[in-house]
């Protein structure tokens, strides 16, 4: 069987008390599931000896951040 997930935000406008709250509510859940992110990623296609590259480079960055070594 092959199993397709759509990743979709429901919210329950039962729970929520006006419309304002309800847009603020879906506007956090779009950040925590860093959507946005990942459509701006799919844009283009970048090479997979670029994108560890860029996780290397972050990696080494954070490292010294965390050191203390900037």
């Known amino acids: 069987m092959v199993y397709i997930y759509i990743n979709m935000i429901i919210i329950d406008l ?9 847009l603020r509510t879906y506007k956090q859940k779009v950040q925590k599931t860093k959507q946005i992110q990942k459509l701006r990623a799919r844009q283009a296609f970048v ?8 996780e290397i480079l972050k990696a080494v960055y954070v490292e010294k951040k965390r050191n203390g070594l900037d």
Request: hydrophobic share 20%.
């Open 47 to 54: 090479k997979p000896s670029v994108n560890r590259r860029k």
């Open 14 to 22: 039962t729970k929520e008390r006006n419309i304002e709250s309800a």
